[in-house]
Structures are given as structure tokens and as C-alpha cells.
């Protein structure tokens, strides 16, 4: 059995398993039930001066049968009193002292604010601070948030201010909603961060109801941007990932978050530079008891692996992950279709014809109707394989190339040496 301790900045948890900020670790109640299921650790829904909440906060899109796809939420920071949330913070850790919890706090952009709450929450033994830079409604009209997040100077000036007054590891936690978000990570470890943590949710509106015309969810007949997060972000997340893991000025550790519903999801987040993951929707899609799974798939997966330790894991695929122009642009693959396997929906060549490259070919052979792909017209862009819904009726195959490897940046580079 592998070794699932993480050491994340100098956090220590059981597994890589924490319950990400958010309505899942609102209470010292409900941190200790996620412990007792088997959580390595919880990041405390954010600290912040208490605000007041909307009644109607949540809404969710499901798509084609699958419910809670996606998640949309409009509930802010924590609600409850700071000093109530400390007691409960302070008698979690003593009852679970090997669990990771980790503080999320968010105050306004002043020195002395930051100062001040460090020490509060540090005083109760925390294991480590979140720096809550990515929270996209609400509490960013205020200045907070998101909207100190999309500012690197910004990012960088408070997580100085954090670093100054701070004894545990601090991880700064980044939105989703700018363009490059490897420019704030930057500024984060310039600014002194031990680690940062991504993503936090997504603009969004979770959709109109067609009979009242209210948005979804309203209050009160009134609606408001809310933050989307759920398996349908996962791709944007793991994608955030891996371009901080692969950016050498973004040399901390990386705490995964968005999407992450499965041991598997977890596994991809780690071998994109995760070095733990945080998990939310799935939890309150089905409960703390998901855990179970996600540590037995993991340790099953390492052992299949033989890795000793999950630590092992972390990375692996980062050097896989590249720039377009760095992609050789002669290597080929091309659709197979099995037709023993086939059933004959003809999805493949519907989409083959209407949306891709009309290299998909009806025939018949006696009586029966068959399928085949002219190679000679395939790209490779596994549209076909896509939308076909029988396991194993079409395979990319690789066919080799007549000519040697070349990359975009290799070509522009050789036609302006041949252009002097």
C-alpha cells in the first residue's frame, strides 16, 4: 500500500485529500465529520469581518441527464462570528492534530488588517493560511476577492503584507477570471508565498427560468453573478494548472482545485503539478463519504504504478505539456473503424461530413453496410472517436511519418535563417 502523505510547503496531511473553502467547512461540526470520513485536511470557509448572506444561493445546470455538472453558487465568506470560528478551529486541531487545517482569510487591502487577523487566527494553530484572492462575487464589489486578484500588484503587496506578520506556510489563492493567471501566480511568489492554490470559481449565471424570466437563482426577483465550479470546470482548472507548474518564476508547490470529483480527477491534478487537491462540489454533491473511494482508487492506482508514495506522483506529466509551437507538426495519426464492433449509428460519418474533413466513407459489403476511413484525407482530429458510443469500434492509430520532426518554431526559425 502506498504512502499517501503530502508535505505541501511544509502542511503535513494524511492524504492529499482537503476540503477546499466553502460551504463544506463552515462549521468545527462539519470539519470533524469530513476528519472522521477520512479528509486529510480542510481549508476553513474564508475568515473575514462577518457579512451578511442572501437566502436563494445556490443553482446548479445539468446536462444531458448528468446533474450538478456545473454549480453556481452566490453565498459569500463566512457568516458566523470570527471569535465563534476560532473556538471551533482551536478545538478541531486539538481533536484531530495530524489533519491539515488551513486557515482562508479575507480582509481588505490594508497592512494592519492582514496583520491583525494572521495573529488571531495563528494563535488557535492553524497548520497554514489561505490568502482568498479569487472569490469572483460579493465580497469583490467591495474591493476583495477577486478583485484584488486580478491586480498583481495587488497579489504581490498583500501576500508581502501576510509574509511579514506570518509563521506558518502561506498559500495564496488565485481567480479564474483574468487572462493569463500565471501573471498573478508570479506576483505571488514574488510577493513571498510559499504556495498558491487554484482555481477559485468562474463568473457565471447559471441560467433564466423560461416561465417567470427571473435568473437562476434569484432573490427576491433579483439576480447576481455567482461563482461556477463543478465537474464542467475541471478542464479550465487542470489546464491553470499545469501553465504554473510548467513556468519556471512560479516555483512553489501547487494546491489543485475545480472539478476534482474522483481519485481519477485527483491523479490528473497531481501529475499536472498538484501536489494535493481541494475538493468541494463533489462533497456536497454526495457527501464526505466520497473520500473512501478517492483514497482506495489512489493507493490502488500507485501500487498498479509502482509508486511508493503519492509524493512520487507529483509532476509527472509537466514536462509532456507544451506551447502549440512546439508541437511537431508531422506526426500523424488516422481514425480505424472496426466494423465487426460498429453498430451502424453513423455518428462518426454525420460528423465527419457536416463538421470535419468528409474522410469517412459508406459502402456496402453484401447486404451489410460498412465504414471506412480514407487515411489519405484523415487529419487526426478525433472528432469521429469522440461521438462514436461503442468502446473500441474506432482507434486513433499513429501511422509514421515520411519526413523528420518539425515544430512551428523550428520552421519559422529555419525560414528566417534561409531568408538572411
Same mark, same amino acid.
Request: aromatic residues 6%; proline residues 5%; charged residues 20%.
Given at each position: 500500500?502506498?504512502?499517501?502523505?503530502?508535505?505541501?510547503?511544509?502542511?503535513?496531511?494524511?492524504?492529499?485529500?482537503?476540503?477546499a473553502s466553502a460551504p463544506p467547512t463552515n462549521s468545527g461540526y462539519q470539519v470533524q465529520r469530513a476528519?472522521?470520513?477520512?479528509?486529510?485536511?480542510?481549508?476553513?470557509?474564508?475568515?473575514?469581518?462577518?457579512?451578511?448572506?442572501?437566502?436563494?444561493?445556490?443553482?446548479?445546470?445539468?446536462?444531458?441527464?448528468?446533474? *450538478?455538472?456545473?454549480?453556481?453558487?452566490?453565498?459569500?465568506?463566512?457568516?458566523?462570528?470570527?471569535?465563534? &470560528?476560532?473556538?471551533?478551529?482551536?478545538?478541531?486541531?486539538?481533536?484531530?492534530?495530524?489533519?491539515?487545517?488551513?486557515?482562508?482569510?479575507?480582509?481588505?487591502?490594508k497592512q494592519e488588517k492582514w496583520h491583525e487577523i494572521v495573529k488571531r487566527v495563528e494563535d488557535v494553530?492553524?497548520?497554514?493560511?489561505?490568502?482568498?484572492?479569487?472569490? =469572483?462575487?460579493?465580497?469583490?464589489?467591495?474591493?476583495?476577492?477577486?478583485?484584488?486578484?486580478?491586480?498583481?500588484?495587488?497579489?504581490?503587496?498583500?501576500?508581502?503584507?501576510?509574509?511579514?506578520?506570518?509563521?506558518?506556510?502561506?498559500?495564496?489563492?488565485?481567480?479564474? &477570471?483574468?487572462?493569463?493567471?500565471?501573471?498573478?501566480?508570479?506576483?505571488?511568489?514574488?510577493?513571498?508565498?510559499?504556495?498558491?492554490?487554484?482555481?477559485?470559481?468562474?463568473?457565471?449565471?447559471?441560467?433564466?427560468?423560461?416561465?417567470?424570466?427571473?435568473?437562476?437563482? &434569484?432573490?427576491?426577483?433579483?439576480?447576481?453573478?455567482?461563482?461556477?465550479?463543478?465537474?464542467?470546470?475541471?478542464?479550465?482548472?487542470?489546464?491553470?494548472?499545469?501553465?504554473?507548474?510548467?513556468?519556471?518564476?512560479?516555483?512553489? =508547490?501547487?494546491?489543485?482545485?475545480?472539478?476534482?470529483?474522483?481519485?481519477?480527477?485527483?491523479?490528473?491534478?497531481?501529475?499536472?503539478?498538484?501536489?494535493?487537491?481541494?475538493?468541494?462540489?463533489?462533497?456536497?454533491?454526495?457527501?464526505?463519504?466520497?473520500?473512501?473511494?478517492?483514497?482506495?482508487?489512489?493507493?490502488?492506482?500507485?501500487?498498479?504504478?509502482?509508486?511508493?508514495?503519492?509524493?512520487?506522483?507529483?509532476?509527472?506529466s509537466v514536462q509532456r505539456y507544451s506551447s502549440w509551437g512546439d508541437l511537431d507538426l508531422n506526426y500523424?495519426?488516422?481514425?480505424?473503424?472496426?466494423?465487426?464492433?460498429?453498430?451502424?449509428?453513423?455518428?462518426?460519418?454525420?460528423?465527419?461530413?457536416?463538421?470535419?474533413?468528409?474522410?469517412?466513407?459508406?459502402?456496402?459489403?453484401?447486404?451489410? =453496410?460498412?465504414?471506412?476511413?480514407?487515411?489519405?484525407?484523415?487529419?487526426?482530429?478525433?472528432?469521429?472517436?469522440?461521438?462514436?458510443?461503442?468502446?473500441?469500434?474506432?482507434?486513433? *492509430?499513429?501511422?509514421?511519418?515520411?519526413? =523528420?520532426?518539425?515544430?512551428?518554431?523550428?520552421?519559422?526559425?529555419?525560414?528566417?535563417?534561409?531568408?538572411?
Amino acid at each position: 500500500m502506498a504512502d499517501l502523505r503530502i508535505n505541501l510547503a511544509g502542511i503535513k496531511s494524511p492524504n492529499p485529500f482537503w476540503l477546499a473553502s466553502a460551504p463544506p467547512t463552515n462549521s468545527g461540526y462539519q470539519v470533524q465529520r469530513a476528519f472522521e470520513a477520512g479528509w486529510g485536511g480542510a481549508v476553513w470557509k474564508t475568515l473575514g469581518e462577518p457579512i451578511l448572506n442572501v437566502s436563494s444561493r445556490f443553482a446548479a445546470v445539468s446536462f444531458n441527464g448528468q446533474r *450538478v455538472a456545473g454549480f453556481n453558487n452566490i453565498e459569500l465568506i463566512t457568516d458566523r462570528p470570527l471569535e465563534v &470560528n476560532l473556538q471551533e478551529i482551536y478545538e478541531t486541531k486539538k481533536r484531530f492534530p495530524n489533519h491539515a487545517i488551513i486557515a482562508s482569510l479575507m480582509v481588505e487591502p490594508k497592512q494592519e488588517k492582514w496583520h491583525e487577523i494572521v495573529k488571531r487566527v495563528e494563535d488557535v494553530g492553524v497548520d497554514g493560511l489561505e490568502l482568498n484572492f479569487g472569490c =469572483p462575487h460579493g465580497m469583490a464589489e467591495r474591493g476583495m476577492g477577486s478583485a484584488s486578484g486580478q491586480v498583481p500588484e495587488l497579489v504581490e503587496k498583500q501576500t508581502y503584507w501576510v509574509k511579514e506578520a506570518a509563521r506558518t506556510p502561506v498559500i495564496v489563492k488565485l481567480t479564474p &477570471n483574468i487572462t493569463d493567471i500565471t501573471v498573478t501566480a508570479e506576483a505571488a511568489t514574488r510577493g513571498g508565498a510559499d504556495a498558491v492554490s487554484m482555481i477559485n470559481t468562474i463568473n457565471s449565471l447559471a441560467g433564466v427560468d423560461l416561465d417567470s424570466w427571473n435568473t437562476v437563482p &434569484n432573490v427576491a426577483g433579483k439576480g447576481a453573478h455567482g461563482g461556477y465550479c463543478g465537474p464542467a470546470v475541471k478542464p479550465i482548472a487542470l489546464n491553470m494548472v499545469a501553465e504554473c507548474a510548467r513556468n519556471p518564476l512560479v516555483n512553489v =508547490p501547487i494546491s489543485g482545485i475545480g472539478g476534482i470529483s474522483n481519485w481519477q480527477d485527483a491523479a490528473e491534478f497531481i501529475l499536472m503539478g498538484a501536489t494535493g487537491v481541494q475538493v468541494c462540489t463533489a462533497a456536497m454533491h454526495h457527501g464526505f463519504s466520497i473520500v473512501e473511494d478517492m483514497i482506495d482508487g489512489l493507493n490502488n492506482y500507485l501500487d498498479d504504478k509502482g509508486l511508493a508514495s503519492v509524493m512520487d506522483l507529483v509532476g509527472r506529466s509537466v514536462q509532456r505539456y507544451s506551447s502549440w509551437g512546439d508541437l511537431d507538426l508531422n506526426y500523424k495519426i488516422v481514425a480505424e473503424i472496426n466494423n465487426d464492433v460498429c453498430i451502424n449509428c453513423n455518428k462518426c460519418h454525420i460528423a465527419c461530413e457536416d463538421t470535419s474533413h468528409q474522410c469517412i466513407d459508406l459502402y456496402t459489403e453484401g447486404d451489410r =453496410p460498412m465504414l471506412k476511413v480514407r487515411e489519405e484525407d484523415c487529419v487526426g482530429c478525433n472528432l469521429c472517436s469522440i461521438v462514436c458510443p461503442v468502446d473500441g469500434a474506432i482507434t486513433m *492509430v499513429e501511422r509514421p511519418s515520411t519526413i =523528420p520532426p518539425m515544430t512551428w518554431n523550428e520552421r519559422q526559425a529555419l525560414l528566417s535563417s534561409l531568408s538572411k
